[in-house]
């Protein structure tokens, strides 16, 4: 189907008179088209409540345990961002100030990742973890084209290794970039990709090997230290010196305040690009993601862009041009705001209340737990095998009817028969929510255990809301 398909019909919204005291009966003659212009404005707060009362049709983002993206902010935070809507982001020129604090956001980036050398390090904001992935993409592709353009030239087809847990965007960066995706599937209890599945895809025409902190499939940490270790054997072996990017879309804002002996970042010297979300565990309003090299060999030169614009000489790398500013003066205030012991003090809450919650699912008993909480502060769980009256669709549908939105998905390949669901414990998310949860999945259960099986043998089409 079409990604959206305008309506010709001539629908009109109806107006309620009591939108307008001035003169209520202009306002019932009012019925503005839904899917063309109107012939002629209407007053600010008529065209206001009509859409307002449209999107409380929307489901509460704070019960939506489906997304990783931030939800509520400070009110500092947000009269900063309403502040900064009519910067332009790229105008570095005319926004300075904004261009300097967007250059401390990566400054501390780069020392949170331990960079070898963090005023060496480059990178630069983006409208989220998928455009970073698409430049941290791009930067391989062309850092393997410089040492094998001979071959690249005579039609040799670089390919690109990841699970097949990845993100959907990294399918897109090699659709668009025309890089064969070599994914390893899921084996067994295995649901990311580890060393040996890695190594066992890569060739001379591999750009890189893809690591994620934080599968959005279970909320696992990929081995990232032990693919470096199996990637420098391999080169010791074959001479083949392949380089690690580490999606850390969710991990990268979480490991290094929850799990800092652990080893994935640019102190394994293998990695050569981070991204992140700054809208995810970064706890900013969507959209803002960040990427980051290691240094100035990381990211070739000449897709770097130095763009004279409105008096200034701006170098520029992203596929956006024009975007807003304001996600990125938040991004400054949270790091301004809540510090290194600010941060561990939220991301400890939100893992606190997954291992709970994880806890409380144990006990109810028709459940099985695949992770607990204690990598990202997600849960990932399924129906336990001997129940035989409803499945994981059935209990998403029906925390649904509360306000819940808890998705339920097939996983990908070769386990297409496990099918789970999933909690995202956010920041806002809390312990008296997540007792909320339990307490209505334990009302629930008496229910639906009284189905003489799951509606999807029934007909019923199994939704899902796993979209992230």
């Given at each position: 189907m079409p990604l959206h398909k305008g309506n010709g019909t001539g629908h009109r919204s109806a107006v309620d008179s009591a939108f307008s005291d001035a003169d209520p009966v202009g306002a019932m003659r009012l019925a503005p088209p839904?899917?063309?212009?109107?012939?002629?404005?209407?007053?600010?707060?008529?065209?206001y409540q009509l859409i307002h009362d449209e999107l409380m049709l929307d489901g509460n983002a704070k019960l939506n345990l489906a997304t990783f993206v931030t939800t509520s902010?400070?009110?500092?935070?947000?009269?900063?961002?309403?502040?900064?809507?009519?910067?332009?982001?790229?105008?570095?020129?005319?926004y300075p100030q904004t261009a300097e604090l967007e250059r401390r956001c990566v400054a501390i980036l780069a020392d949170l990742w331990h960079a070898p050398d963090p005023a060496a390090a480059i990178g630069?904001?983006?409208?989220?973890?998928?455009?970073?992935?698409?430049?941290?993409?791009?930067?391989?592709?062309?850092r393997w084209m410089r040492r094998n353009q001979a071959r690249y030239d005579a039609g040799a087809r670089p390919n690109l290794v990841m699970g097949v847990n990845v993100q959907v965007c990294w399918e897109k960066f090699c659709n668009f970039w025309e890089v064969e995706a070599r994914t390893a599937p899921m084996e067994g209890e295995r649901f990311h990709l580890d060393a040996p599945s890695a190594v066992a895809l890569c060739d001379e025409n591999t750009i890189g090997v893809v690591?994620?902190?934080?599968?959005?499939?279970?909320?696992?940490?990929?081995?990232?230290a032990e693919i470096c270790a199996a990637l420098d054997e391999f080169q010791r072996t074959t001479g083949l010196d392949i380089p690690v990017h580490v999606d850390g879309a969710s991990g990268g804002m979480v490991a290094p305040f929850l799990d800092p002996d652990l080893v994935w970042d640019f102190r394994l010297p293998r990695v050569a690009s981070i991204n992140t979300s700054?809208?995810?565990?970064?706890?900013?309003?969507?959209?803002?993601?960040?990427?980051?090299?290691?240094?100035?060999?990381?990211?070739?030169?000449?897709?770097?862009?130095?763009?004279n614009y409105l008096g200034g000489d701006m170098p520029t790398f992203a596929l956006n041009f024009s975007r807003p500013g304001a996600e990125v003066v938040a991004q400054y205030y949270i790091f301004l705001r809540l510090g290194r012991e600010g941060l561990r003090a939220v991301h400890h809450s939100c893992r606190r209340v997954a291992e709970a919650l994880a806890?409380?699912?144990?006990?109810?008993?028709?459940?099985?737990?695949?992770?607990?909480?204690?990598?990202?502060?997600?849960?990932?769980?399924?129906v336990a095998d001997e129940v035989t009256s409803f499945d994981v669709f059935d209990v998403s549908r029906r925390?649904?009817?509360?306000?819940?939105?808890?998705?339920?998905?097939?996983?990908?390949?070769?386990?297409?028969?496990?099918?789970?669901?999933?909690?995202v414990c956010r920041n806002g998310f809390s312990h008296d929510l997540a007792d909320l949860l339990l307490a209505d999945l334990a009302r629930l259960l008496p229910e639906l255990e009284c189905q003489p099986g799951p509606l999807r043998e029934h007909g019923v089409a199994p939704a899902t809301a796993f979209h992230h």
């Open positions: 839904k899917h063309r212009l109107h012939h002629a404005p209407i007053p600010p707060h008529t065209a902010m400070e009110d500092e935070a947000g009269r900063l961002m309403a502040e900064c809507l009519d910067k332009n982001m790229i105008d570095k020129d005319e630069c904001s983006t409208t989220g973890s998928s455009e970073a992935c698409m430049l941290a993409g791009l930067a391989l592709k062309r690591g994620i902190m934080g599968s959005t499939f279970d909320g696992s940490y990929e081995p990232i700054g809208h995810k565990y970064g706890l900013v309003y969507p959209g803002v993601g960040w990427a980051l090299w290691r240094d100035s060999e990381a990211l070739p030169e000449e897709l770097v862009f130095k763009v806890d409380g699912l144990a006990k109810l008993g028709p459940f099985r737990l695949l992770t607990r909480g204690d990598e990202l502060p997600v849960i990932a769980f399924t925390l649904r009817e509360r306000g819940w939105q808890v998705p339920a998905y097939t996983f990908p390949a070769n386990r297409e028969d496990l099918s789970v669901l999933r909690v």
